[in-house]
């Protein structure tokens, strides 16, 4: 092909290609680990870390460590739980789970109860829909149909109650952008937003269900998750920072966590009866564009993986629906009674 | 130092792969040549997994079951679609199958140079990584004209044109590894031919009824640009019986339907280039991927590139294993230092 002459060239350039390509794929994935001759120069390093103090210093005076979101105080008492909280065991007090100064001051009664506000409407959100499908499992069960499946029934057993106007986002398999939900939220003057969602593992084999309120998380597996279901937000950075002050509301933050606790119990207990492999991940603080964008009490409730193939089964049933269902509005029911005698006692003789 | 080498390469199954939108093919070390057209298929419901007797299935196998079947194309137009969990699977899936296929010892480590069109290089290069280290030990990902080039020793002023299905990449080689400058990609390729002359017969016979699968084998049958002797008469039915129709002309225009935006970027390019060396670019230009299988291409592009001084369109003899082959020689010329930092860590 070439002549015999050009042979050192051509050596000498293949040389320089492979070191290209092996440059090349070095930077795709994070370029730090350690090459032959790859060196950050001396100076590069410096004002690197001269960048990362000055931030830091900044940062740290203004008043980022003091928003109320964040108190360190608060986060030593063990009121706002970063990671994760497995709920107690079924037959451990109510307020365990709960405990905090802040619930002293309040009593076991929520909000909206103390000051005879009554929860009148709810919210309930299917999560994706029309274009976008959400996740799907591998006999091609589609996020989108379970999650409008789950939300119509538990509005059709709330409905049953009498005294609480419910509201869905979506009725239909209708593309639906995550600032419309968090505007008709706003809209309709919802009390609680609930929204449903499936999980999917892609590496795990296991089934769990998991419950997200708003707030920061440094959980790089929560960060995400949050990125995908953010993806539809059409939110730009500059609006986050406005999001970030509404948070300020710490009363929303602490009336959601309970709300998703409740939630979270209700659905876990009770699909173990079912399935005892089911793993209960706990309540989780997440930046969910559809979680902070509404002033009310919201929660975002990952109530089945469809990455478990036995799991996509079972949701091919409507008996498991609607029990996911039956599930979660348990979980409201409690949380909006909780404190209420009658109730209390009512549920301890009527339900198993 | 230097025996240890040796001995570690006897343990090492060098692959190179090309994953193409319509279809993928390995490359490896022992030998071994294989290919399959890039479409995973899941049984879409307990009894079409009575049918098919599979969980997932591949290439034609999961062309012929299609009905039963939730089939994939996981890189539809060249990409991962970033966040569709099925397709990275349905990538994960292709990968692995082509491994098997390649039938390794069980104690040989993998080292897997993976050629993509260019522009997935460009969007989601960790998606593919992420897709494919599973099932390499060590890896490497480039872009797919480059690896046929780097097969072809094609590695100073050439000009390689791979026309996919999904995408037509075309990239330069100046004795170095290409920048993004140096590639471009055209969307316009195989499955473009396919719509367009899907859209031609839908036209012209209304009646008869044929679908995308059966247009894209008269595709690959009779492709052809400029002048051919004889008709091209397909069997279509109507109204269930077969009958004979002739397709010529819409598949002359189908396929020259891609020519005009090709013709444009292949000048822009050489344009672009040290004036210097245009015509030694000119003089080795390659045709590379499915799209050059469509007869009168090479005649096409020459003449077209006439009105800028002489020129050379050469296509590739193999097209289907053109890139893995060139991955595959990426992949052994590649020294045992590079692919150390770039192993993944096997879970």
Redesign the interface.
């Known amino acids: 092909?070439?002549p015999i002459n050009s042979k050192r060239r051509?050596l000498k350039?293949?040389e320089?290609?492979?070191?290209?390509?092996?440059e090349?794929?070095?930077k795709?994935?994070g370029g730090q680990?350690?090459?032959?001759d790859w060196r950050i120069p001396l100076f590069v390093k410096k004002m690197i870390l001269f960048y990362s103090v000055l931030l830091l210093t900044i940062l740290g005076q203004g008043s980022y460590l003091d928003l109320p979101l964040f108190p360190e105080r608060q986060m030593a008492a063990g009121i706002i739980t970063q990671e994760q909280q497995p709920l107690s065991p079924p037959e451990a007090d109510e307020n365990q789970i709960t405990s905090s100064d802040y619930q002293e001051f309040l009593g076991s009664a929520p909000l909206s109860r103390m000051f005879g506000l009554g929860v009148k409407t709810i919210m309930i959100d299917a999560g994706h829909g029309g274009d976008d499908p959400g996740?799907?499992g591998?006999?091609?069960t589609k996020e989108k149909d379970i999650t409008l499946d789950i939300a119509k029934k538990l509005k059709e057993r709330l409905k049953r109650r009498g005294s609480y106007n419910i509201i869905m986002t979506r009725e239909e398999d209708i593309t639906l952008p995550l600032n419309k939900r968090v505007e008709l939220a706003r809209a309709s003057k919802a009390d609680i937003f609930i929204s449903i969602h499936l999980n999917?593992l892609?590496s795990k084999p296991i089934n769990i269900i998991e419950t997200y309120y708003f707030g920061p998380s440094s959980d790089v597996k929560t960060l995400r998750l949050a990125e995908?279901e953010n993806?539809g937000s059409q939110y730009g950075l500059s609006d986050f920072k406005d999001i970030i002050e509404k948070m300020g509301k710490t009363l929303k933050l602490q009336e959601s966590k309970e709300l998703a606790a409740s939630i979270q119990k209700n659905l876990f207990i009770n699909s173990k009866k079912k399935n005892n492999s089911i793993h209960n991940l706990g309540i989780k603080r997440a930046p969910f564009v559809v979680l902070l964008g509404v002033d009310i009490p919201a929660v975002l409730a990952e109530v089945s993986c469809l990455s478990n193939r036995q799991e996509e089964i079972e949701l091919s049933f409507e008996s498991h629906r609607e029990n996911i269902a039956r599930y979660i509005e348990a979980g409201i029911l409690d949380y909006l009674n909780k404190g209420d005698t009658n109730y209390e006692a009512k549920r301890n003789t009527g339900r198993r | 130092m230097k025996q240890k080498e040796t001995q570690e390469e006897g343990n090492i199954l060098f692959v190179g792969i090309d994953l193409g939108t319509s279809r993928s093919s390995i490359s490896a070390s022992n030998g071994t040549r294989q290919w399959i057209e890039s479409y995973v298929g899941?049984?879409?419901?307990f009894i079409s997994l009575q049918v098919v007797g599979k969980?997932v299935l591949f290439g034609a196998d999961a062309l012929k079951h299609r009905l039963s079947l939730?089939l994939c194309r996981p890189l539809e137009h060249g990409v991962i679609k970033e966040?569709v969990?099925?397709n990275?699977?349905a990538v994960k899936e292709i990968i692995k199958y082509l491994i098997e296929l390649a039938k390794p010892e069980p104690e040989q480590k993998i080292y897997a140079v993976v050629g993509v069109p260019a522009d997935t290089l460009k969007v989601n290069?960790?998606a593919i990584?992420r897709a494919v280290s599973e099932f390499a030990h060590s890896?490497?990902?480039?872009s797919e004209p480059f690896a046929v080039a780097?097969g072809l020793?094609l590695?100073?002023n050439s000009l390689v044109i791979d026309i996919g299905a999904g995408t037509t990449d075309l990239c330069i080689m100046h004795?170095?590894?290409p920048s993004e400058e140096d590639q471009k990609t055209i969307v316009n390729a195989g499955d473009y031919i396919d719509e367009q002359l899907y859209s031609y017969l839908t036209e012209k016979f209304p009646n008869s009824k044929f679908n995308k699968n059966m247009v894209r084998q008269f595709k690959e049958k009779y492709s052809f640009v400029r002048e051919i002797a004889g008709d091209i008469r397909v069997e279509i039915p109507v109204d269930g019986k077969p009958v004979m129709h002739d397709i010529k002309n819409e598949v002359k225009r189908a396929c020259e339907s891609i020519l005009p935006a090709l013709i444009e970027t292949t000048t822009e390019m050489i344009a672009r280039f040290d004036p210097e060396f245009q015509t030694k670019i000119k003089n080795n230009i390659v045709l590379a991927g499915g799209g050059s299988l469509i007869r009168g291409l090479s005649e096409y592009l020459r003449d077209a590139l006439k009105e800028y001084g002489p020129c050379n369109v050469t296509c590739v003899e193999d097209p289907l294993f053109a890139g893995s082959n060139g991955a595959l020689k990426?992949a052994q010329?590649?020294?045992a230092?590079?692919w150390e930092?770039?192993q993944e860590v096997k879970s």
């Open positions: 092909m070439l051509e350039a293949r320089a290609i492979l070191r290209g390509v092996y090349d794929n070095l795709i994935i680990s350690a090459a032959p996740t799907a591998k006999m091609g999917y892609p995908q993806a | 899941w049984p879409k419901d969980p939730d966040g969990e099925k990275e699977e290069k960790l990584r890896l490497m990902v480039v780097y020793n590695l100073n004795g170095a590894i990426l010329d590649m020294p230092k590079y930092p770039l």
